[in-house]
């Protein structure tokens, strides 16, 4: 079983920056692959990145490339969401996930966070 609980969301101006933070519980944090989704008011959630046990691979949706950065500390049992030139439609609440496989399916990762809501104001 891994708990996650994320934190570091807010509102912010359309361009600003916000970096989110999920702390995991146990011992095998390194174990897992770790994700970040999105999910908009009615609308599906939503892969925004992803990134391996080891750090060393990482992956985005098209529409946060080149201006969100996911990375990890494994010491801290901890990985981020850096996001940067943030638009109003980044505006969504935002999970933390676990899971076994690198992938960006939704159903592959078996532990989730609460969520933490970003607001992007124009």
């Known amino acids: 079983q891994v708990q996650l609980v994320e934190s570091g969301g807010g509102s912010v101006q359309s361009g600003g920056s916000l970096r989110l933070s999920c702390a995991a519980s146990g011992r095998t944090f390194w174990r897992y692959t770790m994700a970040w989704f999105h999910q908009a008011p009615g609308k599906e959630r939503e892969f925004v990145a992803h990134?391996?046990?080891?750090?060393?691979?990482?992956y985005y949706a098209d529409s946060v490339k080149g201006r969100f950065t996911i990375s990890r500390d494994n010491a801290k049992n901890t990985v981020y969401l850096q996001m940067n030139s943030l638009k109003p439609e980044d505006t969504a609440v935002y999970y933390c996930?676990?899971?076994?496989?690198?992938?960006?399916?939704?159903?592959?990762?078996?532990?989730w966070g609460q969520g933490t809501q970003v607001t992007v104001s124009s």
């Open positions: 996930a676990a899971g076994g496989v690198y992938t960006t399916r939704n159903i592959d990762y078996p532990y």
């Open positions: 990134i391996s046990g080891t750090g060393y691979s990482t």
